[in-house]
């Protein structure tokens, strides 16, 4: 009896102290929730903090970024590459949160993305900033990822972030190097094709049409042509020449000149290629008797070079669309 008298006072004790430490857990754990939202609310008020500071100071520099002086200074330094990357990164970040509706144009995070891209479009605005996208990593990978994102921003929500990339692309168009590397991704042309046949708004296809415009102004070789035809067909090109409005008339029509005058120019090469190799055969096999003329051949392909040079010369995109925040 004494025995179990014993272990029932051994057990109360246990109990007891399990139970005091039970509660002194208990009192830890809702210190650290106390302490947890507080923190929770000053992460909070950080977060908004500085989406109000980016948005703000974005802005700034936004509308400071249309002076040509402006861009020229800020290539000067050593930063541009680097807010590139922050540019790059942010917009991946904006646009897995806001993958299926975008908040307010003037909600703090718009204005900050808004604002980001804006000032890239205003650095393409320049022929030195042009330059630098396009020979910069940053720059090229930043461009990559406009063309990735454009057919993936919801609509309408989102045709303030599309407009601006848009306007950088062209703006980059503009620059040799630039339009022989925007020719080159097939992301841009999907993208292109795919706006063009889900975008309902007049300004959103007008844009679409006037980068096509300046892709096909100066195609480089036949590969590229074959890929924009690939992508961005001529039944959906004409299809937009059912548009009332005449100025998109105009911009379509000056596509569809722009690959039919490079169409005429490959396939005559093609035609002249095929051409020589037969009299090559025909040489070897004949002693050497030049009967398809070689000079009239030559001269042809001459004067075809000639008239690509005058179709296709610098300068057939001189536009650029935004100097300052909408």
Request: overall charge neutral; charged content about 15%; glycine content about 6%.
């Amino acid at each position: 009896m004494a025995d179990l008298h014993g272990e029932l006072v051994a057990l109360s004790c246990k109990y007891e102290n399990l139970q005091n430490g039970w509660k002194s857990q208990q009192e830890n754990m809702g210190q650290m929730q106390a302490e947890l939202f507080t923190v929770r609310s000053l992460v909070q008020q950080q977060s908004q903090f500085c989406a109000s500071l980016g948005a703000v100071m974005g802005n700034l520099i936004w509308k400071a970024s249309r002076l040509p002086p402006v861009i020229d200074m800020l290539l000067s330094g050593n930063k541009v590459a680097d807010f590139l990357a922050i540019v790059h990164g942010s917009l991946i970040s904006f646009m897995e949160t806001y993958d299926s509706s975008m908040p307010s144009q003037y909600a703090n995070e718009s204005q900050f993305i808004l604002s980001m891209c804006g000032i890239v479009t205003n650095i393409a605005a320049t022929s030195a900033g042009r330059q630098f996208l396009v020979t910069n990593s940053n720059g090229r990978e930043l461009l990559e990822q406009f063309n990735r994102i454009l057919p993936v921003i919801p609509v309408p929500s989102g045709n303030c972030l599309k407009r601006l990339l848009l306007m950088a692309l062209y703006n980059t168009s503009i620059n040799h190097d630039g339009l022989k590397f925007l020719q080159q991704q097939a992301d841009l042309l999907s993208a292109l094709a795919h706006d063009l046949q889900t975008d309902t708004t007049y300004e959103m296809k007008l844009m679409q049409l006037r980068l096509l415009q300046s892709l096909t102004c100066d195609i480089p070789n036949g590969t590229v042509l074959q890929d924009i035809l690939k992508y961005v067909p001529l039944d959906m090109i004409q299809a937009t020449t059912k548009c009332s409005q005449p100025e998109m008339k105009n911009v379509v029509q000056e596509i569809l000149n722009n690959i039919k005058k490079a169409q005429h120019v490959y396939e005559t090469k093609c035609c002249h290629s095929d051409l020589w190799q037969a009299r090559t055969k025909c040489s070897r096999g004949c002693g050497g008797d030049s009967s398809f003329g070689g000079t009239g051949m030559n001269s042809k392909a001459a004067s075809c070079q000639e008239s690509s040079n005058a179709r296709f010369g610098p300068g057939c995109s001189n536009i650029s669309y935004m100097k300052h925040p909408a």
